[in-house]
């Protein structure tokens, strides 16, 4: 199970204050912009986010974690927040990122723009073959059953999804823009397409197979162009996979900041009966968020040799390992791409979770309900997968190499 630890320092946390003020965390007179405000449990909510607006532009509120994000312009504007006794604390917006290998970044844009070339000459995609990730975690073997991750919803949480590619548009049931909504959710990265089609590519003549290649796949973009994104777009994606009931989240992104928020809307959907898999890091150092919280289950990557990949993070968070060094999958438009990062390796966790899903539970019924739990997901997955290095889990490969054919037996 997710090893708990105590963290001796703790980023933007909430702190004690005197009533009459809030905890202005991160922020001076310099240094104003885009703030999360979060509301007291006392707050009434409707007058309190009014008084606010009279200070600062409003641009979301999330009822998730009772907090607004707001544009303040002046010293003057985050003083007037910070003395209403509404307020429990103000702190800066964090940044997350795709957690995919600096070194692959280049590489990546030019094959694309090759694929896509090849594409406008011709429209025939490439002959279907299993990526070796796929064939690694034993899912052919589980589809031979006829499990295939029908109707298992899952939330890609994101740069969006490829709205055109012919590998992943039948398996596309909906989604959302958290950052700008009019704009939809279409993929202008090429990441979320590539975590995409990990999970769910389609079975068919061409381009890739997913690990359970018949999973309804919902585009949560959060993340920009770039491949970053603002916490608070994070914590309304998680609220809008509550929202429609999806089962499963993939979240191959994160910060080294720890977040209060964000680590209670992780929550949040746990208890909602989501499954949250996200990516442990590629900075070969510590856990980052929201991987390092006890509700995720943290990933880390292995290449085909099953060594842990030099540039994966590490230590006691790590739950499970998963391939992630050069897997090829779908990408942006109507490409395909050769990634590396902890980014690859959570998908293939979330297509075994997903093959799981569709398995009896049996004896993992722990609370006598007659379906899958998140905490009787993650038991099984951990029970099941292939231990690796020292016996028994430990801070490089958790409790080892997801095994979707073991998950489901």
Not at 234 to 256: D, F, K, R, Y
């Amino acid at each position: 199970m997710k090893k708990y630890i105590i963290f001796s320092i703790f980023l933007l946390t909430f702190s004690l204050v005197v009533p009459a003020f809030a905890a202005v965390q991160n922020s001076t007179p310099e240094n104003i912009g885009r703030k999360v405000i979060v509301w007291r449990e006392s707050a009434d909510i409707t007058r309190a986010r009014a008084s606010a607006r009279s200070h600062a532009t409003e641009l979301k509120y999330l009822p998730l974690v009772r907090a607004s994000v707001v544009e303040v312009t002046s010293s003057a504007e985050l003083a007037a927040l910070s003395a209403s006794p509404d307020v429990a604390s103000i702190s800066d917006d964090p940044i997350a990122t795709i957690m995919l290998v600096d070194r692959d970044r280049e590489r990546v844009i030019h094959e694309s723009a090759r694929a896509s070339a090849r594409n406008r000459r011709n429209a025939t995609p490439p002959p279907q073959s299993i990526p070796w990730g796929i064939t690694d975690i034993n899912a052919p073997a589980v589809w031979s059953g006829g499990n295939t991750g029908d109707p298992i919803k899952v939330g890609v949480i994101d740069t969006g999804i490829s709205s055109s590619h012919p590998d992943l548009i039948a398996n596309i049931k909906g989604g959302v823009n958290t950052i700008k909504p009019s704009r939809g959710w279409n993929d202008d990265n090429g990441h979320g397409s590539h975590v995409a089609g990990t999970i769910a590519a389609l079975n068919n003549t061409h381009g890739v197979v997913g690990g359970a290649p018949q999973a309804d796949l919902y585009a949560i973009k959060v993340l920009n162009s770039a491949g970053s994104g603002y916490y608070s777009d994070i914590i309304e994606g998680l609220q809008w996979a509550i929202n429609n009931n999806l089962q499963v989240v993939n979240m191959s992104l994160g910060g080294t900041t720890d977040y209060q928020p964000l680590h209670d809307a992780i929550t949040a959907a746990r208890n909602a009966g989501i499954l949250v898999v996200a990516a442990a890091g590629n900075s070969g150092g510590s856990v980052i968020y929201p991987a390092a919280y006890p509700e995720a289950v943290a990933v880390s990557a292995l290449d085909s040799s099953h060594a842990l990949a030099s540039w994966s993070s590490r230590g006691p968070e790590v739950d499970l390992s998963a391939p992630g060094v050069s897997v090829y999958s779908t990408y942006k438009g109507t490409g395909y791409a050769t990634l590396s990062g902890t980014s690859m390796a959570t998908p293939h966790v979330v297509a075994s979770a997903v093959l799981l899903l569709n398995s009896p539970i049996g004896s993992y019924d722990t609370n006598g309900n007659g379906h899958w739990d998140p905490s009787e997901e993650v038991q099984k997955l951990e029970d099941t997968a292939t231990d690796l290095g020292a016996s028994g889990p430990d801070s490089l490969f958790g409790f080892g190499l997801v095994n979707a054919l073991a998950a489901v037996q």
